[in-house]
T-cell receptor, first 113, second 106 residues
Framework: DAGVIQSPRHEVTEMGQEVTLRCKPISGHNSLFWYRQTMMRGLELLIY????????DSGMPEDRFSAKMPNASFSTLKIQPSEPRDSAVYFC???????????FGPGTRLTVT | KNEVEQSPQNLTAQEGEFITINCSYS?????LHWLQQHPGGGIVSLFM???GKKKHGRLIATINIQEKHSSLHITASHPRDSAVYICAVDTDKLIFGTGTRLQVFP
């Protein structure tokens, strides 16, 4: 398996633009996690899906952020409108379920100017 | 006070030394994760623990649920172990420590 795939790897956009980050989990994994990492706040869980259903979205910072998982092999994290404070590395991870270890994607480095 | 505290924040060692990184938490948990983040940014899950001890190669992780404490040990450290090691606890949400930056010199 290719592991967790994220795209794009780097994204530079202007404030106010819509940003869509994509994730393909490992085939067969039922749980998917979106994380954000910044120097100031470290790693934070944004949202957790199980069997394509959002289970915990309490980490989503505000309404500008939304995440979907239309099927078991694809998820998106959208920011609309983007702001400079959204600049961070966004990681996607997947696992068999919450009780198993997570496999992380390479991350998307987002810069909002 | 943070719910997850790691110590030390920074650690330097000579190749071959035995290394210990500590993680203390203040909440009830169902599991604890140890993650490794390489200088290039990639994150690897090392261990997921709910009790006792796990070993993988030169890495050993222990957890004491009563004392709310976990340790990550690296035996015979090597420069390639240089990374940030992050502890995370699973309550009804995942809470991360701030990480321990380890540098191992040859």
């Amino acid at each position: 398996d290719a592991g967790v795939i994220q795209s794009p790897r780097h994204e530079v956009t202007e404030m106010g633009q819509e940003v869509t980050l994509r994730c393909k989990p490992i085939s067969g994994h039922n749980s998917l996690f979106w994380y954000r990492q910044t120097m100031m706040r470290g790693l934070e869980l944004l949202i957790y899906f199980n069997n394509n259903v959002p289970i915990d979205d309490s980490g989503m910072p505000e309404d500008r952020f939304s995440a979907k998982m239309p099927n078991a092999s694809f998820s998106t994290l959208k920011i609309q409108p983007s702001e400079p404070r959204d600049s961070a590395v966004y990681f996607c991870a997947s696992s068999w379920d919450r009780t198993h270890e997570q496999y992380f994607g390479p991350g998307t480095r987002l810069t909002v100017t | 006070k943070n719910e997850v505290e790691q110590s030390p924040q920074n650690l330097t060692a000579q190749e071959g030394e035995f290394i210990t990184i500590n993680c203390s938490y203040s909440v009830g948990i169902s599991a604890l994760h140890w993650l490794q983040q390489h200088p290039g940014g990639g994150i690897v899950s090392l261990f997921m623990l709910s009790s006792g001890k796990k070993k993988h190669g030169r890495l050993i992780a222990t957890i004491n649920i009563q004392e709310k404490h976990s340790s990550l040990h690296i035996t015979a450290s090597h420069p390639r172990d240089s990374a940030v090691y992050i502890c995370a606890v699973d309550t009804d949400k995942l809470i991360f420590g701030t990480g321990t930056r380890l540098q191992v010199f040859p």
